[in-house]
């Protein structure tokens, strides 16, 4: 069974910003250290691949729900 790379999205992230978008969460079953907390997507898949691990996007719980709905909303304020 191939292991798992848990990942998901930083929450403090300014716009514009050039810095890596993903924290890594946690490991499964894989003889893996990691030294960088926060990588780009481009780092997780290659990580992934060269050990044969699965990568797990943690979904965002119901208290987030609020916070993409005005974000989605107040994107389609600026295309009219």
Do not use: C, W
């Amino acid at each position: 069974m191939a292991g798992k790379i848990f990942y998901r999205q930083r929450t403090k992230m300014q716009d514009g910003a050039r810095q890596p978008r993903y924290i890594l969460v946690a490991v499964h079953d894989l003889n893996l250290k990691v030294y960088g907390q926060h990588l780009r997507m481009s780092e997780l898949k290659f990580i992934a691949e060269s050990v044969g691990a699965e990568l797990v996007e943690l979904p965002r719980g119901p208290k987030h729900e609020h916070d993409d709905e005005v974000e989605s909303h107040h994107g389609h304020e600026h295309a009219a």
